[in-house]
């Protein structure tokens, strides 16, 4: 069965930085895009970043572009999300999903399967 594991997530400065993993034990997810999402409090849930099966495209929503980055490494069978210069609006639930029937989208119905989620919040 497809499982996606986060971690990484915690409470930071503004300022900071946290880097979120995503990892699936037992599937490869070379072959399929990768979402990170997140969630805040009474929102919705919100596309962050994709990056495409062979990891040639990256797509970020406009609030995290030159702050975060999204890579991943086949071997390792990981996405990873690097978040810099966190802010107390980036602070939510972050989810990393995976799409095998597309390629990057923001849109959460295109994705398939879910993580658990990982808790970031960016608090003074």
């Known amino acids: 069965q497809l499982q996606l594991v986060e971690s990484g997530g915690g409470l930071v400065q503004p300022g900071g930085s946290l880097t979120l993993s995503c990892l699936s034990p037992?599937?490869?997810?070379?072959?399929?895009?990768i979402g990170w999402f997140r969630q805040a409090p009474g929102k919705e849930r919100e596309g962050v970043s994709c990056i495409s099966p062979s990891g040639d495209s990256t797509n970020y929503v406009d609030s995290v572009k030159g702050r975060f980055t999204i890579s991943r490494d086949g071997a390792k069978n990981t996405v990873w999300l690097q978040m810099n210069n966190l802010q107390p609006q980036d602070t939510g639930v972050y989810y990393c999903a995976v799409n095998r029937l597309a390629g990057c989208s923001s849109v959460a119905m295109d994705y398939d399967h879910w993580g658990q989620g990982t808790q970031v919040t960016v608090s003074s």
């Open positions: 037992g599937f490869t997810l070379r072959y399929s895009a």
